[in-house]
Structure formats: structure tokens, C-alpha cells
């Protein structure tokens, strides 16, 4: 499937890919346009697509989603929610005036795991073809603020306005795995945060499996099974992951020595950090240090 941005009409007026670090465009794509009547190709997206309207005067839309056709007003503050996989287009009959926040359905379900302790169905998203929601949008409009502002703070206010946009889309809109319809009958979503709850306040001391699958109330063996085949890691995996993304978080910091972060994430020692983040980065942590310093 392809992205919204390979079949754009028009270019966006601002982009977030043109101002922020990786680890903030990991969050989320932020575009916003004001573009001349158009149509976009109907077809199924490799993304979510979140779009508000701004524009402020009502104007005639047609949106074609599944196997709806749906021409209606657009009105200002109104928000239009299409999950990856379902099958949209559109035509404006007047110039858009709109931010368009896209979403890679891979990084939210790590967003939610390991920041919310929540579990999506593969949907991820609830399908949403016209709404309001003053919180959704000024969380919005405060995203595209951040980046109007430009300058050495933008990428760090557009990150973490970025986690706060999602917490909110995700806590109202989510299309949360309920625990009565559980997974497992043995692991639920409870069970998950109980495990990332204590992985959260102690990563950084020595953690065995067995530590985890007691939070579960679960023995060893069957938690590891189960673990793996709900979440998509081994609880080493998971902790290995969650390890290093700390390490990131602490190493933006440049005073912080190396050896400092590695035994403060609950690595061993410094070769650990780097054995461990070179598998998941493919360089050493000294290399991303320097990468993401050079790039603020």
C-alpha cells in the first residue's frame, strides 16, 4: 500500500518532515495545506489519516470511504478519522484550508504498549467520517504552532506535543482490545500493564523473567508464552527495548557519560549498552549521540 504523501495533489505549506529529528517524526507526519480544488485517488492507505478542517467557511466535500460515497458541508473544527487499510478518497470543490496528521500503525501500537500500557486490535483506530472534538483540534493546532515557530525548540516542543496529541487521539478514538474479549484467558490487557508498570519502575535494576511473570501471576514458561504471542516480543525483547529507549531519552543529554546511562537503564556495563543498542540501531550509541546533537 502506498503513503498519502506519494498522491498529494499539491504540496503542503508546512511539514513536519522538513523541521523535526527522527525521533520525533516517529510520532507522527504533521502536513498543512491550503490547496486549490482537487481529487485524491481511491484506494487503501499503508497509514491512519487524521484531517482537520480549518477553513473557515462550510464548503462541499466528497469522500469516498469502503464502500461509502459521502458528499457533504465540511465545517470548520471538523475532523475526519480513516484507519490504515480502508479504502478512501477525495474531492475538494473549493481551496482546502486543513491539517492532515498521518499515523504509521507500526509505531503507534509501540507508542501505545510502552507509553500507555494499552493494547489496540489491528484496526488501531476507530473509522470516523465526520466529527467534532475541540481538544483533538487544539492539540492539533498547537502541533503546527511548533513548527511555525521554528528555531532550536520547535523539535522539542513538537515531540512532546506530539505525545500528548496521541495520548488524547488514543485514549477517545483507540480501538482498545478489551479485557473481557481477552487475547488470552490467561493474559489480558491488565496483566500487560501490571508487567509494564514494574518494568517502568524498575528497569534499571537486575530483572528476570520470572520477576515479570510474577507481576502476571503466571509461572515462567507460560508467560513467555504467552507474552510472545500477544505482544510480538519475548519479555526479553520487550525489556531489551524499553532498556534502550531510556538509554536514547538520558543520552540526548550530552553531559551524561555513557557508562552513567548504561548502568541507569540496568545494562551491566557499557559494552552491554552498546551490544544491545547496535542491535536495535544498527550503530554504536556514541554514533547516535553525535547524529541526533548534530542534527538539533
Request: hydrophobic share 40%; aromatic share 10%; net charge negative.
Amino acid at each position: 500500500m502506498r503513503t498519502y504523501q506519494e498522491i498529494y495533489p499539491s504540496e503542503p505549506l508546512t511539514r513536519s518532515g522538513d523541521q523535526v529529528r527522527p525521533r520525533a517524526a516517529d510520532l507522527l507526519s504533521l502536513e498543512y495545506f491550503e490547496a486549490e480544488p482537487a481529487t485524491m485517488p481511491t484506494e487503501a492507505f499503508a497509514q491512519h489519516h487524521i484531517l482537520i478542517n480549518l477553513k473557515d467557511t462550510p464548503h462541499r466535500v466528497e469522500n469516498w470511504r469502503g464502500d461509502e460515497h459521502r458528499d457533504f458541508v465540511f465545517h470548520k473544527n471538523e475532523i475526519v478519522v480513516t484507519p490504515a487499510g480502508l479504502k478512501s478518497g477525495w474531492r475538494w470543490h473549493e481551496q482546502s484550508k486543513c491539517i492532515v496528521i498521518t499515523l504509521d500503525p507500526e509505531k503507534l501500537a509501540a507508542f501505545t504498549q510502552s507509553e500507555l500500557g494499552l493494547l489496540l486490535t489491528d484496526q488501531q483506530l476507530h473509522d470516523l467520517p465526520q466529527f467534532e472534538d475541540a481538544d483533538i483540534t487544539s492539540a492539533a493546532m498547537m502541533l503546527l504552532d511548533a513548527l511555525r515557530i521554528g528555531g532550536a525548540s520547535s523539535d522539542v516542543m513538537f515531540e512532546s506535543l506530539a505525545r500528548v496529541f496521541l495520548v488524547k487521539l488514543v485514549q477517545k478514538y483507540g480501538d482498545n482490545r478489551a479485557e473481557e474479549i481477552a487475547f488470552s484467558s490467561s493474559f489480558t490487557a491488565e496483566h500487560y500493564k501490571r508487567v509494564l508498570d514494574f518494568v517502568a519502575a524498575s528497569y534499571g535494576k537486575p530483572i528476570q523473567i520470572e520477576d515479570l511473570a510474577r507481576e502476571a501471576g503466571l509461572s515462567a514458561s507460560h508467560f513467555s508464552r504467552l507474552f510472545k504471542s500477544v505482544i510480538g516480543d519475548s519479555p526479553y525483547q520487550f525489556l531489551m527495548r524499553y532498556r534502550v529507549e531510556r538509554a536514547e531519552e538520558m543520552m540526548l543529554d550530552p553531559a551524561k557519560p555513557l557508562i552513567s546511562i548504561a548502568l541507569a537503564c540496568g545494562f551491566s556495563d557499557q559494552p552491554h549498552l552498546t551490544r544491545i543498542f547496535k542491535q536495535h540501531h544498527g550503530i554504536t550509541p556514541k554514533a547516535w549521540r553525535k547524529a541526533q546533537i548534530s542534527s538539533a
